[in-house]
């Protein structure tokens, strides 16, 4: 377990690498002049030189590169007006546009993102899960078919498209939910809980269709294996053979796919965030985007990427931990 | 044992002999297959028929109708369900007054063409990456395996949404839509292959073609690319409602095709500031986005049926970790909360 | 109670839906698997229920447990099992009878079990159906049960999952589950099948001690005259789902009145019997072909958390030598290398160390270009004949390949070519275009055996080439290959895990166990006088046709234990 840990850890630092190697190639060297857009449009060339050797961008880009690797491992300094600003550790760099430490930004919106994906979780593994339990519990009837169909209409329905008309008929036309904020939870848990049921909801509900696809089929694919006949062939009761046999089959998958997702959803909260307006890790990359401001960029690109690549290997410890006849290797 | 049960092997054997024309008699028998396919036929039409159609309207997508907007009331359109009138059919845009018919018609041909291009890139270099991956060297296989890897350590959207901010406004938004869709998504391909490939590589039936002298490019050509087919399709059927939702997300995110060129992930981006005032505005995109994706959708899991019925058993829980990275797993295109590639379901809605 | 019969099965007839959608599967026909089956069994006695693929016995044993009923397939007559009829019973009856009256002991001990589950825990949830104990009393019967068939130290095992447990045990766990709530029949359904036939022949022994032990009835479904010689009071043959033969055991293996059991018991190959004339009676020392001097195949094992663990020898120093016009067999159970052995004589695998001449040139370390000069001269019969034909190529072009590849390019004198080889091997020559799954087992491997001719070799690596067809089938296969051999002067490597098949065929015999041969040598003398106990154990499990061999040869084992 710790070699294979051992392992996996040195493989994330290599795809972190490689990442962070894409990521300056393409932005870095994209078309546009940083400090052109860091300095802002009205910039006169002496004050666009004068930006442009304050962010070291004068410099070469492998030496720039080098310089942030230099900052991600031991942190670096950088001339801030007065004087030096140190960036500690894990240095992503600093904002262009606020003079603010990249990495301060993504932990003030962390919480917001997950807030979001956790909460939704909890609601898609319900739904989810309970839905495909009772379409393989029913199989063969018309309320199956039609679980069937709707978890397919699910799969098909764009986060933006169904959020934005439960936001106009629960919201705007019947008032039954607030509009969505986020208010951190240590404040007020009962605004937090309020304030992203939406939000929530509208993730999960597209996620839980596609989960409760996924279960069911697992666990009709369960159900069709030899055990099965074996235990049907010792008397033991249908209801028993999903809950306990089908079910238990269907968990692995199941479990292993929420870890990637959860992974994923840091980086892909983007339209829900955006759509309603909270202020997460989503809502900073836009404007990052829109400000052309680099270094944020590149640094919620890694740390939603660092997501991604920890959420792989929870999944694999998980398939092993769930599925022992799994070899890590 | 029940002797009417073909064996594993049988039924492979038998499936694809079963023929191309036969997947398609099965799959018009199927009633959401042919519902599915008069929508998207319909799609394509309207896409192909775009200028035709506002012409006949005698409306275009880019003119300003600003005498039809209240100003008073900020710029919503006057007239009822959005300004619908004899020469508006479906109204016109809160706060710049065009078309709303013309722009959903030309949208329907954005979408059409990113998405069916974005696919067409992700299979190809899915396929030809994953091939290369399968026959070749130990190196290569490791190079491309690499590669793959980092491709979905990609936080694929925030990586696309990037990508489209930087690179300059003069250069075609379409393209470039479809050129980061499909170069951020075909990592899932590349597995799929590279792994089919590898297990075909073990069957019987390679080893004695190589044992009758046959050299690489031989037997990757007459034995494995006529297996690969049928699992290659089936992904690709997936990937493209996917696609179609990721054009739509980027757009609706202000990153997709810039105005006055009319998509509707754009317009539902307009639309979350007029829902309370204009909700037709919000529900004409939605629905037409939504009867999309549902329809490629709905055909893509009836083609999956048909040409792989085991799609779900390849989702064994003993081989290992397959399912949350396996070929049946979730694409990795550059989208969110999008249909996903599960284990087809035999009896699926019937 | 004591003189009712235990089963009484009458007029029994299952249909199975055919080629329906599972949507509608009342709009498609029906395929009528089992025809009119009578028999009954007394308390205490044995069945045996023997027949060929397709043959409807599987689908018997399963209507005795009332297995059909939800299916969708149609069954008519009555099946009494135990005072119960197994076709309507409903709620408590059927569960009373399904494992409380009459136990299955299904045929892939690996699948048959829950992979997520300790076995203890399976078996005490099955007796906690039948009977009102509490989980830890259930958990009890479970480590006796195990205990019963065999298991070492059962209260620790208990608690493995199957994947822990060898096939051997794992049969037995089957085994212990049947007997954990004491029914008084017992239905095996191919129990022996996937097992080496060392572990075969204990896995029988054992269920004729519990019979013995218990009293239970005993319903044995099997395709292997062999197994029920020893394990049954009667025997029922069946044939396209009718019952052909029925009747005592020693009358039906003795002497068959049907000619359908006569072929049948013609065709198993014998491995007491002295060499059929299938080779040439005296083989002819010919040129040297092939010799391989301490072959060596190594495989990187991925086990354990490690990366890189010390790789495992599959073949570990084997010498041998083919000749022109000789077969030689190869038999050894499975793990035994003998595969990988195999696919290293035809070079498909490179030889980790060791010597590989053919015809005086190495030919061990050459690559694939320098091979396919060579490629045409040794060629390989596989086992699988659904997996070695491309399913999506017609069968002559299968054929054809070796020839195009070779260069010819006259589609008129392929095609001629192809039709001969087609002929050759028993098929029609108007079948080039047609597809692999348009044939049965045997024919596909004709097909097979016809591509291998196609480049005109002077070896042929036949890889278990009989092991997935039937009986006669088999028989029918086997003289084929001899036929080629003498007509054609071909060597013949024939590696198989059935002795007595391999016994017909061969000149020569080596038995291989764990990478190594233990023996090798003129096959008469292999069999008639094995030196290596190895090779004596594996004679002995060999099951006998004659019952009253198969009896003396039980008593014989027992004892040596």
Known sequence: ?329 | MAPQEPTAGEARAAAPAAGRRQVWRRLLARRTARAAGLVIALLLLIAVAAPLLSAIEGQDPTSYHNDLLDSAAGGVPTGSLGGVSADHWLGVEPGTGRDVFARLVHGARLSLLVAVGATVVQVTIGVLLGLAAGLGSRLLDQLIGNTTEVMLALPSLVFAISLMAVVPADFPRPLLLTLVIGLLGWAGTSRLVRAQTLSLRQLDYVAAARLAGAGRWRIARRELLPALAAPVITYAAILLPSNVVSEAGLSFLGVGVKPPTSSWGQMLSGATTWFRADPMYVLLPSAVLFATVLAFTVLGDAVRTELDPRAASRLRVGAARQAAASPTGPPTGPSVGLPVGLPADEEATA | MSDELLVDVRDLVVEFPVGAPAAAPSDGGHLRAVDGVTFTLAAGQALGIVGESGSGKSTVAAALLGLHQGTGARTGGSVRVAGVDAATAQGADLRRLRGGLAAMVFQDPLSALDPYYAVGDQIAEVVRVHRTVSRRDARARAVQVLDRVGIADAARRSRSRPHEFSGGMRQRVLIAMALACEPRLLVADEPTTALDVTVQAQILDLLHELRAETGAGLVLVTHDLGVVAGSVDRVLVMKDGRAVEHGPVAEVLGAPREPYTRALLAAVPRVDAPQAPVGPADPPRGELLLEATELRREFATRGGLTRRSAPVAAVDGVSLTVRAGETLGIVGESGSGKTTLGRMLVRLLEPTAGRLHYRGRDIGALGERELRSLRRELQMVFQDPASSLNPRRTIGESVADPLRVAGESDERRIRTRVGELLERVGLNADWYHRYPHEFSGGQRQRVGIARALAPEPRLIVCDEPVSALDVTTQAQVVDLLGELQRDLGLALVFIAHDLAVVRQVSDRVAVMRAGRFVEQGDADTVYDSPQHPYTKDLLAAVPALDPTEATARRHARLAAV
């Open chain 1, 1 to 329: 377990m710790t070699r294979f840990l051992l392992r996996k850890a040195v493989g994330m630092i290599g795809v972190l690498f490689a990442l962070t190697l894409v990521v300056y190639a393409a932005f870095y060297l994209a078309p546009g002049d940083p400090a052109q857009l860091a300095c802002g449009e009205k910039c006169s060339p002496a004050q666009v030189l004068q930006v442009r050797e304050r962010l070291g961008l004068d410099a070469p880009v492998h030496l720039q590169y080098a310089r942030f690797l230099q900052g991600l491992v031991a942190g670096r300094d950088f001339s801030a007006g007065t004087g030096l600003l140190h960036c500690p550790a894990p240095c992503l760099g600093v904002s262009y546009r606020s003079g603010e430490q990249v990495s301060d930004m993504i932990a003030a919106r962390l919480p917001v993102t997950a807030s979001l994906a956790f909460g939704a979780m909890v609601i898609w593994l319900v739904l989810g899960v309970g839905t495909g339990l009772l379409s393989a519990l029913r199989r063969g009837r018309l309320s199956e078919r039609l679980l069937t169909a709707l978890t397919l209409t699910g799969t098909a329905v764009p986060v933006f498209v169904i959020g934005l008309v439960l936001l106009i008929v629960l919201c705007a036309q019947l008032q039954w939910l607030p509009f969505p904020s986020y208010v951190p939870l240590t404040e007020d848990p009962q605004q937090w809980f309020w304030g992203l049921l939406l939000p929530w909801f509208s993730l999960a509900l597209i996620e839980s269709a596609k989960y409760a696809r996924l279960t069911r089929s697992a666990m009709l694919e369960t159900l069709a294996e030899d055990h099965i006949r074996t235990f049907r062939a010792y008397g033991v009761s249908e209801r028993h053979l999903v809950t306990r046999h089908a079910l238990r089959g269907a968990l692995t998958p199941v479990i292993a796919l929420t870890a990637m997702d959860l992974g994923t959803l840091f980086g892909s909260a983007v339209l829900t965030e955006s759509l309603f307006g909270l202020p997460g890790l989503g809502k900073l990359l836009v404007s990052s985007v829109s400000l052309i401001d680099l270094p944020t960029v590149v640094g919620l690109v890694l740390v939603t990427g660092f997501c991604v690549v920890l959420a792989n290997i929870v999944a694999d410890l998980l398939y092993a931990v769930t599925d022992r006849r799994v070899v890590l290797g």
